[in-house]
């Protein structure tokens, strides 16, 4: 009896125990933590990370702010988790700029060890850069703490957008960049977003990693013309840009379409012959885009089509989406000039909304330009899986992703911007012959889509049944 009261006394530590191992060596190996410091719904790269997860069998947890709505495959499903940290008290934000900095990295450092150390199961915990202050140090301590892997995506490197802003020069800087450099080499795996920046971690940072180039999920398509019309309808209730020439609200006539019948889904629309060319850029609002170049560009296309010059030019309606710091700045500045032949559109769209507005556009614009010159945007890549062409501004290694008069045109400043649209929109919209050979030379491209590649790529980091072999 004393035996078998023993054995009965000592099972619940035991099974306790064999709980513990399993969760951490063996559940946790099929479940995977995604940190982004910033917020989750305008972290694009990551919730495609998180769907793929998902498709592949794991369980998927997310920690970083709310705010923007995330992607649908994300909502309601039983192996998603979305953790979401408290905001800085809006009392302790009113601090000189150097002591509010270090209290909200204090914040940080507790909201974010929290959220991952009461995680159930972590067995991967995988990190967006940037940033990395203080994102590197608390994954660090928490995968050492559970036993996890941490493995980083690289898309470009914090210290040099701190920079930006700063100047490289500053202390602060030269020890962030010490810092990223210092807690990036504690990680068991490393993606990055192009070959350039695989060769300058491996040179100058001693970090080997895979590169992951970003591809079109499958909701980034050419958009049909029906749906076409009706996302235009939906958009003029609240922008004029997107109304008729008598600037009323109305379901069968958009600027740009006109549908047979009662303007429902079921009606067929056709476009109109003398409709305005649809531009479209997306941006974080931040110092890496300079849209004062755009802004030049379009202010000469303005006077060339004031001057009566070139009468083949169409009227423009340039749609630049996103949130961020300079977009007040920007707003303002676009208000400030006369426009008669351009319309402006600074819309915030849902990710139900902006492939649609992608797939429906004639041109797409960008002005992302690398701080560190190691990455590429990833708004072109949503553009190219819509089959729209881009005009990009130049800077070292995007030619991994725009290669200048094949699937698009590359420019260094506002007045070769603004040929760009010249050439491209001449005779517009049936005779623009580059634009329609550009589109043709995306069809590749298109093909290539999000999940396949991080199937070849990414899974074999965190399946252990994969036989991984690095780039």
């Given at each position: 009896m ?8 000592a099972?619940?530590p035991?099974?306790f125990l064999?709980y513990?191992?399993f ?5 946790g190996?099929?479940s995977?933590?995604?940190?982004v410091?910033?917020?989750i719904?305008r972290?694009?790269?990551m ?10 069998g794991?369980?998927v ?7 923007s709505?995330v992607q649908a ?6 192996n ?5 940290m ?10 000189p700029?150097l002591?509010s ?7 940080q450092?507790v909201t974010?060890?929290?959220?991952l150390l009461l995680?159930p199961k ?11 202050i203080?994102?590197?140090l ?8 559970r036993?996890a892997r941490l ?6 490197y914090?210290?040099?957008?701190m920079?930006?802003s700063?100047g490289?020069t500053?202390?602060i ?16 795996e490393n993606i ?11 040179t100058?940072?001693?970090i080997?990693?895979s590169?992951?180039?970003d591809?079109?999920p499958e ?5 049909p013309?029906?749906?076409?019309h009706q996302l235009f309808v ?16 109305s379901n069968d006539e ?6 047979n ?15 305005p060319?649809?531009?479209?850029s997306?941006t974080?609002?931040?110092e ?6 755009l802004?030049s560009?379009?202010?000469?296309y303005e006077?060339?089509?004031?001057d ?6 169409p009227k ?5 989406t996103g ?5 007040e700045?920007y707003r303002?500045a ?9 319309a402006?559109?600074l ?15 004639d ?7 690398s ?5 590429l945007?990833?708004?072109?890549v949503?553009?190219f899986?819509?089959g729209?062409p ?6 070292n290694?995007?030619?991994e992703?725009v290669?200048?008069n094949?699937n698009?045109?590359v420019?260094?400043?506002s007045?070769?911007?603004s ?8 005779g517009f919209?049936n005779?623009?012959k580059?634009?329609?050979?550009f ?5 590749t ?9 991080w ?6 980091l965190?399946?252990?049944?994969v ?5």
């Open positions: 004393l035996i078998v009261g023993t054995i009965f006394m099972l619940p035991v099974v064999l513990v191992c969760n951490y060596y063996v559940a190996r099929r995977v933590c995604i940190v410091l910033g917020d719904g972290s694009p790269r919730q495609y990370h998180a769907i793929s997860f998902l498709k592949s794991f369980t947890d997310m920690v970083g702010y709310s705010g709505e495959e994300l909502k309601n499903n039983d998603m988790t979305l953790h979401y408290k905001e800085l008290p809006s009392c302790l934000k009113g601090c700029r002591v900095y270090m209290v909200k990295v204090v914040w450092c974010m060890a929290a959220a995680m972590c067995g991967h915990i995988l990190v967006q850069n940037p940033p990395c203080p994102t590197f608390v994954a660090v301590v928490t995968c050492w703490l036993g493995v980083i995506d690289w898309h470009n914090g210290y040099t957008i920079g930006l700063l490289y500053q202390p800087v030269r020890l962030a960049k010490w810092y990223e450099r210092l807690f990036g080499r504690f990680s068991s990055c977003v192009t070959r350039a920046m695989q060769e300058d971690l491996q100058n940072w001693g080997r990693s590169v992951m180039y591809r079109p909701m980034f398509h050419t958009t013309l029906n749906d076409r939906c958009l003029s209730q609240q922008y004029p840009a997107f109304r008729p020439l008598s600037g009323e609200i958009t600027a740009f379409t006109v549908a019948g009662n303007g429902d889904s079921g009606s067929d629309s056709y476009y109109i012959q003398t409709r060319a649809l531009l479209v997306s974080s609002w931040t890496d885009e300079d849209f004062g170049v802004l560009a379009l202010e000469d006077a060339t089509l004031s009566g010059q070139s009468p083949d030019l423009l309606v340039c749609v630049i949130k961020g710091p300079l977009k700045f303002e676009i208000e400030s000039r006369s426009w008669k032949h351009i402006f559109c819309p915030w769209l849902t990710p139900e909304d902006y492939p649609l507005l992608l797939g429906s556009a041109l797409g614009i960008c002005l992302h330009k701080s560190s010159g190691l990455d945007p990833m708004k072109v949503d553009m899986g819509c729209l881009v005009c990009a501004i130049h800077f290694c995007l030619n992703l290669q200048h094949e698009g045109l420019f260094k400043d007045s070769d911007l040929k760009c649209f010249k050439d491209l929109l001449h919209p005779h623009c580059q634009l329609d050979k589109r043709e030379n995306l069809a491209f298109k093909s290539s889509r999000w999940h396949e590649n199937s070849r790529t990414v899974l074999p965190f399946d252990d049944t036989t991984h072999k690095r780039d």
